[in-house]
Nanobody
Framework: QVQLVESGGGLVQAGGSLRLSCTISGRTFSRYATGWFRQAPGKEREFVAA????????NYADSVMGRFTISRDNAKKTVYLQMNSLKPEDTAVYYC???????????????WGQGTQVTVSS
């Protein structure tokens, strides 16, 4: 019912910035919260950030607090993840997900995009 497509990934040097975008579409409109997750090779998927449908509530993993900012533009049906001061440890495939409510647990999110690769060189 909800489709999500990530974009904006790429290769960046440590200390640099990237902005990821997640476009949301579907046959019917729902007031979904949107989250960003990442998965590095050999590791499980982990929570990065999330935002409520109205944008009034945000949540960040401690590892990205102060460096990443999540935002959304419902008119454009897009959620963004601004990533600053990137570190090699941020290298992963980044996924966006949608669900009626915010949670840090990946398995509780219902709809997922296919991911975009972010690589941070040292």
């Amino acid at each position: 019912q909800v489709q999500l497509v990530e974009s904006g990934g790429g290769l960046v040097q440590a200390g640099g910035s990237l902005r990821l975008s997640c476009t949301i579409s579907g046959r019917t409109f729902s007031r979904y919260a949107t989250g960003w997750f990442r998965q590095a090779p050999g590791k499980e998927r982990e929570f990065v950030a999330a935002i409520s449908w109205g944008g009034s509530s945000t949540n960040y993993a401690d590892s990205v607090m102060g460096r990443f900012t999540i935002s959304r533009d419902n008119a454009k049906k897009t959620v963004y993840l601004q990533m600053n001061s990137l570190k090699p440890e941020d290298t992963a495939v980044y996924y966006c997900a949608a669900d009626p409510s915010i949670t840090r647990v990946p398995s509780l999110w219902g709809d997922w995009g296919q991911g975009t690769q972010v690589t941070v060189s040292s």
